[in-house]
T-cell receptor, first 116, second 109 residues
Framework: GAGVSQSPSNKVTEKGKDVELRCDPISGHTALYWYRQRLGQGLEFLIY????????KSGLPSDRFSAERTGESVSTLTIQRTQQEDSAVYLC??????????????FGSGTRLTVV | GQNIDQPTEMTATEGAIVQINCTYQTSGFNGLFWYQQHAGEAPTFLSYNVLDGLEEKGRFSSFLSRSKGYSYLLLKELQMKDSASYLCAVRDGNYKLSFGAGTTVTVRA
């Protein structure tokens, strides 16, 4: 597509439930990133995929968080047994390959997750 | 770890100039980015600096001093539509950006 697409745009879930967030990157972009943005805070790196290489999972905050990506297509971020502190906007971004020069990332509009 | 600091809020009048400062301490440096984010929207790329000096792009300019770990974003001829959050981000490897908390700029008539 023309941009990075994320779904759902909003998700309200009960504490303890599992949620799955989806990211559809720009066609041809080999690199895909997930960030979390809590209210009033900066973007927190979660995970990075580059083509078929092993993902960099160093930013995942706990083993309740996992992400998958098949090839250079859609990625899903799964949060198991959600907690209230998981409430945030989850942003996905893609880039043609490992970010070079000034191209930066193209972000999706995010999924606003609220755990009640 | 990464430490990126920027002011939380700034207010300015339409037509004026505002300078948003960003200081950073990171393990490795491979470029500094500024992003604009309107409420409820995705961040959009504004500028990139990897060498010391000033980069100008229309009403927006960005400056970098690597020795001081310092950057600023200068917004000139402010317009109401410039009211947004401005994010400073440092690339500390060849792919990962670390972000500051963002500066909310409010432009008043």
């Amino acid at each position: 597509g023309a941009g990075v697409s994320q779904s759902p745009s909003n998700k309200v879930t009960e504490k303890g439930k599992d949620v799955e967030l989806r990211c559809d990157p720009i066609s041809g972009h080999t690199a895909l990133y997930w960030y979390r943005q809590r209210l009033g805070q900066g973007l927190e790196f979660l995970i990075y995929f580059q083509g078929n290489s092993a993902p960099d999972k160093s930013g995942l905050p706990s083993d309740r968080f996992s992400a998958e990506r098949t090839g250079e297509s859609v990625s899903t971020l799964t949060i198991q047994r959600t907690q209230q502190e998981d409430s945030a906007v989850y942003l996905c971004a893609s880039s043609p390959r490992q970010v070079e020069g000034a191209r930066g990332y193209t972000f999706g509009s995010g999924t606003r997750l609220t755990v009640v | 770890g990464q430490n990126i600091d920027q002011p939380t809020e700034m207010t300015a009048t339409e037509g004026a100039i505002v300078q948003i400062n960003c200081t950073y301490q990171t393990s490795g440096f491979n470029g500094l980015f500024w992003y604009q984010q309107h409420a409820g929207e995705a961040p959009t790329f504004l500028s990139y600096n990897v060498l010391d000096g000033l980069e100008e792009k229309g009403r927006f300019s960005s400056f970098l001093s690597r020795s001081k770990g310092y950057s600023y974003l200068l917004l000139k001829e402010l317009q109401m539509k410039d009211s947004a959050s401005y994010l400073c981000a440092v690339r500390d490897g060849n792919y990962k950006l670390s972000f500051g908390a963002g500066t909310t700029v409010t432009v008043r008539a």
